[in-house]
T-cell receptor
Framework: DGGITQSPKYLFRKEGQNVTLSCEQN?????MYWYRQDPGQGLRLIYY???????QKGDIAEGYSVSREKKESFPLTVTSAQKNPTAFYLC???????????????FGPGTRLTVL | EDQVTQSPEALRLQEGESSSLNCSYT??????LFWYRQDPGKGPEFLFT???AGEEKEKERLKATLTKKESFLHITAPKPEDSATYLC????????????FGAGTQVVVTP
């Protein structure tokens, strides 16, 4: 059964802590994305990756870091430098990104991060 | 700068009462417009992609249409299970896969 998994579903962070959110896909998609969703706002892009070992900053990358060592995995670390990390985090993937035709992005179930 | 505006912010419908959601956009060039459905506490579920003005796509009680400036999502004879937030996103021709999302329309269908 193909899809995107995110873990954990809920995550609590203390002040000054770094936390890592997991995202795995078995769709054989080249491109992966991380978004942040806040109430009343559209999804905002944090980071994206077109291929393994390559990633680019999105609109709100400050305080976040990512890695893409495997095609199926794109973990997101929320560092202590992110001042307002409480939000719903969504991972997505697409067959490929860039200038190709197929750009539909498919989303995982999300991780809700709360700062204590 | 690319912009996507959805209206209304919220919509309350009686079961069977058809209505339309609007997504107006400003982009330098449109590669694609996407509609998603999102249930509370869950990730968005892909519905449609529209690529050019005049294109229409249908799925059950939903029909999406596209003009050069906006897209409509028509909900025909809605049922309570159609209650969700509907998100619109655009992909510009000069964008490397970055979707610009609207804030969404929250739809509640009452029996």
């Amino acid at each position: 059964d193909g899809g995107i998994t995110q873990s954990p579903k809920y995550l609590f962070r203390k002040e000054g802590q770094n936390v890592t959110l997991s995202c795995e896909q078995n769709l054989n998609h080249d491109a992966m994305y991380w978004y942040r969703q806040d109430p009343g706002q559209g999804l905002r892009l944090i980071y994206y990756s077109q291929i393994v070992n390559d990633f680019q900053k999105g609109d709100i990358a400050e305080g976040y870091s990512v890695s893409r060592e495997k095609k199926e995995s794109f973990p997101l670390t929320v560092t202590s430098a992110q001042k307002n990390p409480t939000a719903f985090y969504l991972c997505a993937s697409s067959i490929r990104g860039g200038g190709s035709g197929r750009n539909e992005q498919f989303f995982g179930p999300g991780t809700r991060l709360t700062v204590l | 700068e690319d912009q996507v505006t959805q209206s209304p912010e919220a919509l309350r419908l009686q079961e069977g009462e058809s209505s339309s959601l609007n997504c107006s956009y400003t982009v330098s060039g449109l590669r694609g417009l996407f509609w998603y459905r999102q249930d509370p506490g869950k990730g968005p579920e892909f519905l449609f992609t529209l690529y050019s003005a005049g294109e229409e796509k249908e799925k059950e009680r939903l029909k999406a249409t596209l003009t050069k400036k906006e897209s409509f999502l028509h909900i025909t004879a809605p049922k309570p299970e159609d209650s969700a937030t509907y998100l619109c996103a655009v992909l510009a021709t000069d964008s490397w896969g970055k979707l610009q999302f609207g804030a969404g329309t929250q739809v509640v269908v009452t029996p």
